[in-house]
């Protein structure tokens, strides 16, 4: 589902149900935060998970993404990152784009600190 894709409201709970369920399948005991997730998904927002390491973050995101129709892609957060590491850079590139595409053009994207 991309950004531009409009449903009427109605289908909404449907859509939130089939999507969550299918996630469910992938992700035992975590509900509420696929249900979370998946509301802000069909909202259009902005979904930032944040978890101790090894909980299954980057799989749900991986699966969110899967279930929409989207792409995923992830970002390592480090000290030296930069906002045009996420978001992509207008600079010439070695096949002559002016424009170099980051992660966060991609949805959902997973942002994991190292910090």
């Known amino acids: 589902m991309t950004a531009d894709h409009t449903f009427a409201p109605s289908d ?3 859509l939130g149900h089939e999507v969550t369920a299918t996630v469910s399948a992938l992700l035992a005991g975590r509900r509420s935060q696929i249900e979370v997730a998946t509301g802000c998904i069909l909202a259009g927002g902005h979904v ?3 978890d101790i390491p090894g909980v299954g973050k ?5 699966a969110l993404a899967a ?5 995923f892609s992830r970002v390592q957060g480090t000290a030296d990152l930069l906002p ?3 978001l992509g850079a207008l600079a010439p590139n070695a096949d002559g784009s002016a424009c170099t595409s980051g992660p966060a053009r991609c949805s959902p994207t997973s942002c994991c600190s190292t910090s």
């Open 58 to 62: 980057t799989l749900l995101a991986q």
């Open 48 to 50: 930032l998970i944040e």
């Open 67 to 71: 279930a929409v129709g989207g792409t």
């Open 12 to 14: 909404a709970e449907r």
């Open 84 to 86: 045009s590491d996420i």
